[in-house]
């Protein structure tokens, strides 16, 4: 339904059911199955994706073992997006930030030892010196 509910296909639809002509789009089963994932993703926080059952129990106490755990992760296409974010002037307007993969031929020539270099030093910075195998940590 994750799928089918947000572009409006009936779940029997989806899973290869013809429909007739005649034959309703929607069926019950279907409106059912709609209105369930509505309720169930309503209760999903949509900062980080968890439901509560999976942290406290009935009685709203918390789970001794919760079914989730939390870890950090660095992405550095996020970092280098708020760094640019950063450069960004506050009084502009409708100006956002993207990563994109850089095009064949495309004019922007970046010196890829430097930037190799400036994430190291980052990386040291936050995290202590970094193992280097020839690869992005």
Not at 20 to 49: F, H, N, R, V
Not at 81 to 91: L, N, T, V, Y
């Amino acid at each position: 339904m994750e799928y089918c509910a947000p572009l409006g296909i009936p779940h029997s639809v989806f899973l290869g059911r013809v429909v007739g002509e005649g034959d309703p789009y929607w069926l019950e089963s279907d409106q059912d199955k709609a209105m369930m994932w509505k309720i169930w993703s309503s209760e999903t926080c949509p900062q980080c994706g968890t439901r509560n059952e999976g942290w406290v129990d009935e009685k709203g106490r918390y789970l001794e073992e919760p079914k989730y755990e939390v870890v950090t992760h660095k992405c550095f296409g996020c970092e280098e997006i708020k760094r640019m974010e950063s450069a960004i002037p506050s009084d502009s307007k409708g100006v956002y930030v993207v990563a994109r993969k850089r095009l064949p031929g495309s004019d922007f020539e970046v010196d890829e030892r430097e930037l190799e270099k400036e994430r190291r030093e980052r990386m040291e910075a936050s995290q202590g010196p970094a193992i280097t195998n020839n690869s992005y940590y």
